[in-house]
């Protein structure tokens, strides 16, 4: 029997090699979305600003001299300081069907977290909870949306093999465009909305609209499971990209007298223009791109982003905020040739939202699953 051996990734070079492997494990899965390479590379890259307050480890697996899997190990200050020193995180799972592969993997990550003092492993997480986040366990027949993970049909049953359990589920919502739907909204909200409006953002002042969108975001999600805030620096790159390729009427902001109370943030669905560049952006394909972006008409888009401030929430002012906030994105969708939106993801158990998009026709088509294993001494 060949031995698996598990190398930590040092160079530029097994940096490299680290982000390819994705290419052997879904080389057959018509589903599967390879994802820009140089997107990934600054992704890993200490200049992302998530580095400013985690670290992280890599580890590629070899078998008879060729790489069959991957693995990262996280450690976030911020999540400590608001949830416990003793979680680790690991993430960017991809490995042949091997128990041997995984379990060597899956070894170098508890040896690392063990020697960092933690007494618990949670994940996937790629890297942090603000990114991509969760193990597909239905919906394989779907492709992927936008920032959202994909992984084959075998990944959850070697992990149970490896002792991980459920910590927590998420849920993607799926809804399409209907003239209905808003008018549904329309009537629950009646005519007195009082000062409550939503309105697009002003791209001429980025930042000042982002500092708002994200004074919400982590107020409006500070209580959640596992929440860790975005930094300034974290939101600031992540909204310049958004801005690359969002329309400013489908990020919105929702609020009373003047005072910014919520917000919505729906972006096309780029998995539609990527796929077939294979993740490459070089010779050609930065053109083509640029192009896409400018003249593709996106069949779909994902709210990536929504939140209401706290003081709003579980109140009938808070809903009528929500839903104003589905309304008006629907109604800007309705002159455009996108019909369906995935809103995702949201937590198993935050009813509250279920309730609300449920009630308007959405239907949960998708779930991930976040693990937790003990790390024993």
Request: proline residues 6%.
């Amino acid at each position: 029997m060949t031995s698996v051996s598990v190398i930590k990734v040092k160079s530029n070079k097994e940096l490299n090699k680290f982000i390819k492997i994705p290419w052997r494990i879904y080389k057959n899965d018509p589903n599967w979305v390879p994802p820009l390479f140089i997107e990934r590379k600054l992704h890993l890259a200490k200049s992302n600003p998530y580095f400013h307050h985690a670290k992280a480890w890599l580890w590629i697996a070899y078998k008879d001299g060729e790489p069959v899997g991957r693995i990262s190990a996280q450690i976030d200050r911020l999540y400590e300081e608001r949830h416990d020193s003793k979680t680790g995180h690991w993430g960017l799972l991809e490995a042949i069907d091997s128990p041997d592969v995984f379990r060597a993997l899956f070894n170098s990550v508890e040896k690392q977290l063990k020697k960092e003092g933690k007494e618990r492993m949670l994940g996937p997480f790629n890297l942090s909870i603000n990114q991509e986040c969760g193990m597909l366990i239905k919906g394989f027949e779907y492709p992927p949306f936008f920032m959202m993970p994909h992984n084959p049909t075998y990944y959850p049953k070697r992990l149970h093999e490896l002792g991980h359990t459920k910590a927590k589920d998420l849920i993607a919502y799926s809804i399409e465009k209907n003239k209905a739907t808003i008018d549904r909204i329309q009537t629950i909200l009646g005519r007195r909305l009082g000062s409550l409006a939503t309105r697009p953002i002003n791209k001429k002042e980025l930042e000042r609209e982002l500092d708002s969108i994200f004074y919400i975001f982590n107020n409006a999600w500070s209580q959640n499971w596992g929440f860790v805030p975005f930094t300034r620096d974290e939101y600031i790159q992540m909204g310049k990209s958004m801005n690359l390729i969002a329309s400013p009427n489908l990020i919105r902001i929702s609020e009373i007298d003047g005072k910014p109370v919520g917000f919505i943030a729906l972006l096309p669905n780029l998995n539609e223009i990527i796929k077939d560049m294979d993740g490459r952006l070089f010779p050609i394909n930065w053109l083509k791109l640029l192009w896409r972006l400018k003249f593709h008409d996106f069949k779909s888009g994902r709210v990536l982003l929504m939140g209401v401030l706290k003081e709003y929430q579980n109140s009938l002012i808070g809903a009528a905020i929500s839903l104003s906030l589905i309304r008006d994105v629907m109604k800007e969708i309705l002159e455009t040739p996108m019909t369906q939106m995935e809103l995702s993801w949201i937590l198993e158990d935050n009813l509250a939202m279920s309730r609300i998009i449920e009630g308007l026709g959405a239907k949960p088509y998708k779930t991930y699953r976040i693990y937790e294993k003990a790390l024993r001494p």
